[in-house]
C-alpha cells in the first residue's frame, strides 16, 4: 500500500534523508528506530506532507497513486494519518468543532454528505471511550491545557474519528507513564483493522511490546542500515544502537 | 448630571500627536515560505456578497453643503426649531475645525462639497410609508435579500428591525409589541415628532457636538438612526437592532443612535451595515449616544460590514464613527461588542464615561482588515466614580497590505477610589506585508486604582495550519477555523444569530489570505 523508493528530502537546505527504500503492506506493522537526528521524524513529516521539507529525488506510492504530488489534506483523505510528536495547540477551536471539519471535509471528499450533529455526537462518544478521554475535553480547545498523556491519547482519539488506513505514529510513546502507554498503544489495538497499517517510531521496546511490529528498521544517516524482525527491536533495546554503526555495509 | 463638556471628551484634541513608539508593536516584513505566498496569490480575489444596487426611485439634494442645507434637512424632516438651532450651532462650530489627522491612517482627501447629504429612497411616498404595503417592493426585496425580512412574521425570532436605507428609516418592526410594555423603538426622524421631550433632553448629552471634527459634522447634517427609551424596570423582551444600508451614489449617510436605558432596565441592540460595491469612497459619519441609569444593562452589539473597496483598494467606506455611552448611574453597566470587516477606513472608538459609582463597562472588539483597509479603533474607558471596573478585550487580525491600530485610553479621575482596568490587545498577522500596530494611552490620577494592559502580536503558525490540514481539513477552511478560534472570546459575547453570522463573516473577510 505505501512504497518509498530512493527518497531524498531536505529541511532548511540540509539534506536529511539520503535514499529511503521502504515497502509496506496493508496490516503491516514497521518499526522505525534509530538515534536522533536520523531522519525519522523528517520520513514521517514528508510523508504527510509537511511545507517546510523539500523532497529532491525519489517517489512515494500510496495505494498507487503519486503520494508526492497531493496536498496535505488530500493525504489525510486518502487515509494517512500523523500522530505527532508535539500535537500544537489550537486555542479557542473547540475539539468538537475540529474534528467535525476534519470529518466533514473526509466525507466531502468520499462524496458524502456532511454527519448531522446528532450522529456526529454519538460517533464522538463512542471514540472517546476507546482511549478514555473525558468528555470534558471534547469542550476544551484543541489540545489546549491538555497534559502530555492527554496530547498523545487525544492523537488516538482523532485516529478513532477519522479510521485512517496508514498511521504514522511519531514517538507516541514519550512522556506517557505506564497506564497512559497502555491505554494508547491499546486504543491502537482496538482501532487496527486488517488492513490497517502502521510506521511506529520509538526509541522504546516498551511500546512494541503491545504493538508486535513485523518488521522493525534502522535508520542511521538518512538511510535504513539495518531491517529485521521484532527481535531485532530487543536487541537493541540491549545493546544501542552503537554496534549497528560498526557493521559492514555489506551485511545491510 | 455630569456634562460630558467638562470632561474634556474631545476624541480629536486628546490623543497625543505624538506616536509613543515604545508601545507600538509593529510586526512587519518577515518572510514566509514561497509556497504559502502562491498558495495567497492563487485565491486572494475576496468576494464581497452585498455589493449589489437597489433600483429604487431616490430623492437626493443636491450636493453640497452650506447652512441652507442644514436648513433643507431639517424642513425634509419637518423639525422644531430647537433641533435646527442644533444643527445650525453644530453646522457653524464644523466650519471652524479642521479634520483629525492623528489616526494611524492614510486618509483620502474628502471634498465636502461633492456629497450630497439626503437621499431618500421611500420619497415617492410623500408622507412615508404608514403600513407594510405602502412600502416599495424594491426595498423590502433588498432587506429580504441582505437577510433582514421586514415582515414581522418572517422576521429572526426575538429581534426587532429598524431598517436605514441612505437617509430614511423604511420601516421598524415590532414597535407596537415593545410599546405595551413602554418601550420605545422607533427611528431618531419619528422620535422627534413622538417624543420631542425625551430627544431634546438627551440628544448631544453624551457626545456634544463640540466633541470632534465629524461629531460636528453629524451633529450638522444627521438623517436617520434609530431611538431606544426603555422604561424603569423593563427588561427590553428582544434584541432591538438597526440594519443600516447605503445605496445611492455620490452621497454620505449620517446616522444617528440614541439609547436611553432606565433605572433597573435592560436592552440588548444589535447595529449591521453593508454598501454597495462603488468605485468611489462613501462617507459614514455616525454618532450613538447611550445613557445608562442606576443598575440598568445595555448590550451594543455591532457587526460592521461596509463595503471595503476592491483588492487594490479603490473604493470602499470611509468608517468614522463616535460612539460613547455614559453610565450615569450606580452599579450600571454597558457592554460594547463590535466585529469589524468591512470599510475602508474605520475611525472609530466607541467609548464608556463610568461615572455612576460601581458602574462596569466592557469593550470587546475584532477588527479585521484585508488587502488595503485601514482600521484605527479602541476605546476610552473614562472612570469618574469610585469602584468603577472596566474590561477591554481587542483582537486585531490583519492581512494583505492592510493596516490594523489598536488605540485606546483608559483614565482615571482623582475621585475614581478603587477604579480598575483590565486592557488585553492581541494582533494576529497573516501576510508579511500587513502592519498591526497598538497605541495604549494611561492616565490615571488616583492611586488605588489598578490599571492592567497586556498586549501580544503572533504571526497565524504554520504548525497549527498544518496541524489542520493533516486532519484533511483545507487550509483555507483551517485559517477560517484558527482565526474564529482566536476571536472566540469576543465572539461568545455577541448574541446568538449575529455569533453564527459573524463567523461566516471572518472566515470569508479572510478567504486566502495567509501568506
Redesign the interface.
Known amino acids: 500500500m505505501l512504497e518509498i523508493k530512493n527518497l531524498h528530502a531536505t529541511v532548511g537546505g540540509k539534506e536529511i534523508l539520503k535514499g529511503i527504500d521502504l515497502t509496506i503492506k496493508p496490516g503491516e506493522i514497521h518499526a522505525l528506530m534509530g538515534q536522533n537526528g536520523a531522519g525519522k521524524s523528517t520520513l514521517s513529516n514528508v510523508l504527510v506532507g509537511h511545507p517546510a521539507y523539500t523532497v529532491t529525488e525519489g517517489s512515494v506510492l500510496f495505494n498507487g497513486k503519486d503520494l508526492l504530488a497531493m496536498s496535505p489534506d488530500e493525504r489525510a483523505h486518502e487515509g494517512l494519518f500523523l500522530s505527532f510528536q508535539q500535537p500544537v495547540e489550537i486555542p479557542g477551536v473547540s475539539m468538537v468543532n475540529f474534528m467535525r471539519a476534519a470529518l466533514n471535509a473526509k466525507r466531502k471528499y468520499q462524496g458524502l454528505d456532511p454527519l448531522d450533529a446528532t450522529a456526529f455526537l454519538k460517533l464522538m462518544r463512542e471514540r472517546r471511550k476507546i482511549v478514555e478521554l473525558d468528555g470534558k475535553l471534547a469542550n476544551r480547545s484543541v489540545n489546549e491545557g491538555f497534559s502530555g498523556g492527554e496530547k498523545k491519547r487525544n492523537e488516538i482519539f482523532q485516529m478513532a474519528m477519522l479510521e485512517p488506513t496508514m498511521c504514522i505514529l511519531d514517538e507516541t510513546d514519550s512522556g506517557l507513564d505506564v497506564d497512559a502507554l497502555r491505554i494508547v498503544a491499546e486504543g491502537f489495538n482496538k482501532l487496527r483493522t486488517p488492513e490497517t497499517s502502521a510506521i511506529v517510531i520509538t526509541h522504546y521496546q516498551r511500546l512494541l511490546d503491545y504493538l508486535k511490529p513485523d518488521f522493525v528498521h534502522v535508520l542511521l544517516g538518512g538511510r535504513i542500515v539495518k531491517t529485521g524482525g521484532p527481535e531485532l527491536a530487543m536487541e537493541i533495546e540491549q545493546r544501542g544502537f552503537d554496534w549497528i554503526k560498526t557493521l559492514p555495509s555489506s551485511s545491510i | 448630571m455630569i456634562n460630558t463638556d467638562d470632561i474634556e471628551q474631545k476624541a480629536g484634541e486628546q490623543q497625543p500627536s505624538a506616536r509613543p513608539d515604545a508601545a507600538e508593536l509593529q510586526a512587519a516584513g518577515e518572510r514566509q ?1 514561497e ?2 505566498n502562491a498558495f495567497v496569490r492563487s485565491v486572494v480575489d475576496k468576494t464581497y456578497e452585498y455589493g449589489f444596487t437597489t433600483d429604487v426611485e431616490t430623492e437626493v439634494i443636491d450636493r453640497g453643503l452650506t447652512e441652507d442645507t442644514v436648513r433643507l434637512i431639517s424642513q425634509k424632516k419637518g423639525e422644531p426649531d430647537w433641533l435646527l438651532e442644533f444643527r445650525l450651532k453644530a453646522f457653524r462650530y464644523w466650519l471652524t475645525q479642521e479634520q483629525p489627522t492623528w489616526g494611524h491612517l492614510k486618509m483620502p482627501e474628502i471634498d465636502y462639497q461633492a456629497i450630497s447629504y439626503y437621499a431618500d429612497p421611500t420619497a415617492k411616498k410623500k408622507s412615508g410609508p404608514k403600513s407594510l404595503e405602502e412600502i416599495d417592493p424594491e426595498l423590502m426585496k433588498t432587506f429580504d435579500k441582505l437577510g433582514i425580512p421586514l415582515e414581522e412574521r418572517l422576521a429572526l425570532s426575538g429581534t426587532a428591525v429598524d431598517a436605514v436605507m441612505d437617509s430614511v428609516s423604511v420601516k421598524t418592526t415590532f414597535r407596537e409589541k415593545l410599546a405595551e410594555q413602554g418601550i420605545i423603538f422607533c427611528s431618531i426622524s419619528e422620535a422627534v415628532r413622538e417624543h420631542p421631550e425625551l430627544v431634546r433632553k438627551y440628544l448631544g448629552s453624551v457626545v456634544p457636538y463640540r466633541d470632534n471634527f465629524f461629531a460636528a459634522l453629524n451633529s450638522a447634517v444627521f438623517s436617520d438612526g434609530s431611538f431606544v427609551y426603555i422604561p424603569k424596570g423593563v427588561r427590553c423582551p428582544m434584541e432591538l437592532s438597526t440594519y443600516f444600508r447605503i445605496n445611492a451614489q455620490g452621497t454620505g449617510q449620517f446616522e444617528r443612535t440614541l439609547i436611553v436605558c432606565d433605572e433597573d432596565a435592560y436592552v440588548s441592540y444589535l447595529e449591521g451595515c453593508t454598501a454597495p460595491m462603488r468605485d468611489e469612497n462613501q462617507l459614514h459619519a455616525a454618532i450613538v449616544e447611550i445613557v445608562v441609569e442606576a443598575r440598568a444593562e445595555v448590550k451594543y452589539s455591532t457587526v460592521q460590514n461596509w463595503y471595503p473597496g476592491d483588492k487594490d483598494g479603490r473604493g470602499g467606506v470611509l468608517n468614522l464613527v463616535t460612539k460613547r455611552g455614559l453610565l450615569r448611574g450606580q452599579d450600571s453597566k454597558l457592554s460594547w461588542t463590535q466585529v469589524e470587516t468591512g470599510s475602508a477606513i474605520t475611525w472609530k472608538y466607541p467609548s464608556c464615561v463610568l461615572a455612576g459609582e460601581g458602574s462596569q463597562a466592557e469593550f470587546y472588539s475584532v477588527a479585521v482588515t484585508n488587502n488595503h483597509q485601514q482600521a484605527d479603533t479602541g476605546t476610552k474607558m473614562i472612570h469618574l466614580a469610585p469602584r468603577t471596573r472596566s474590561t477591554i478585550i481587542s483582537k486585531g487580525i490583519s492581512a494583505g497590505r492592510s493596516q490594523n491600530s489598536y488605540r485606546g485610553l483608559v483614565r482615571v479621575a482623582a475621585k475614581a477610589e478603587g477604579a480598575r482596568n483590565y486592557s488585553s490587545c492581541d494582533s494576529l498577522l497573516l501576510s508579511s506585508a500587513c502592519g498591526a500596530h497598538t497605541f495604549p494611552y494611561m492616565d490615571v490620577q488616583n492611586p488605588t486604582a489598578v490599571v492592567e494592559h497586556e498586549a501580544t502580536t503572533s504571526k497565524i ?4 495550519l ?10 483555507e ?1 483551517a485559517v477560517g ?2 482565526v ?6 469576543v465572539l461568545q459575547k455577541l448574541p446568538m444569530e449575529f455569533a453564527v453570522e459573524a463567523q461566516k463573516l471572518l472566515s470569508v473577510s479572510l478567504e486566502g489570505t495567509v501568506g
Not at chain 2, 461 to 464: A, R
Open positions: 515560505p509556497g504559502q503558525s504554520e504548525d497549527q498544518f496541524y489542520c490540514q493533516q486532519r484533511g481539513i483545507p487550509q477552511e477555523l484558527i474564529n478560534g482566536y476571536a472566540k472570546d
